[in-house]
């Protein structure tokens, strides 16, 4: 698993599962717009048929929703949310595409009820949890999806150091980056197997 800098805080390339994320951080909605762009254009197809899957996370800092994280083939999204004074028309209207958006996510039980309660009232289509009733673990599901760096992975995902690490600072580190794009695209690639 590495992470590859393209442009100084936009747009990172995150290596997980044999493949190559490209990872956009956004500030302004600009960035949000040409996101959602391309991946409508990428994958029109399955727009369409109502097939778009997508990865989906938060985090949070004692009770508030800091970033806003969304997967979608070999893109993901990081919406840094203190940016933001309402929610980018565009991405409320991808979050609940009546085409059929599946969102899933990995221990969602109080998402969507933090991400409409928050400041910025965000409503999204019913997000699956891939971790069920608790009775699956993020390390069976990776070992089951084979993933050949599973354990680097969970180490990034379950590091406390960065889960409680601050947030809102005006950029985040490049390990926060890899935290915040692994659970989106950790999601997102398990739900094929679901």
């Not at 992470?3 to 960035?31: L, N, P, S």
């Not at 959602?36 to 997508?54: D, K, P, T, Y």
């Not at 400041?119 to 390390?139: Q, V, Y």
Request: hydrophobic fraction near 45%; charged fraction near 20%; include cysteine.
């Amino acid at each position: 698993m590495a992470i590859k800098t393209m442009e100084v805080d936009k747009i990172y390339q995150v290596r997980f599962g044999g493949g190559v994320f490209t990872v956009t951080v956004a500030k302004t909605c600009a960035a949000v717009e040409d996101w959602i762009r391309n991946v409508e254009s990428v994958h029109s197809e399955r727009i369409l048929r109502n097939e778009l899957v997508a990865g989906i996370s938060i985090q949070w800092k004692k009770n508030r929703v800091c970033l806003l994280q969304v997967c979608v083939g070999g893109s993901v999204l990081i919406v840094v949310l203190r940016f933001f004074y309402r929610l980018p028309t565009p991405l409320h209207r991808f979050l609940n595409l009546s085409t059929g958006l599946k969102l899933y996510g990995l221990g969602v039980g109080t998402y969507q009820r933090r991400l409409a309660g928050g400041r910025l009232k965000i409503k999204t289509n019913f997000i699956n949890d891939l971790l069920g009733d608790g009775d699956s673990s993020i390390a069976n599901l990776l070992k089951a999806a084979h993933v050949s760096n599973h354990g680097e992975c969970l180490l990034y995902l379950q590091d406390h150091s960065i889960s409680v690490s601050d947030w809102n600072q005006s950029y985040l580190e490049v390990r926060q980056i890899l935290h915040a794009s692994l659970k989106a695209i950790v999601p997102f690639y398990l739900a094929r197997f679901a």
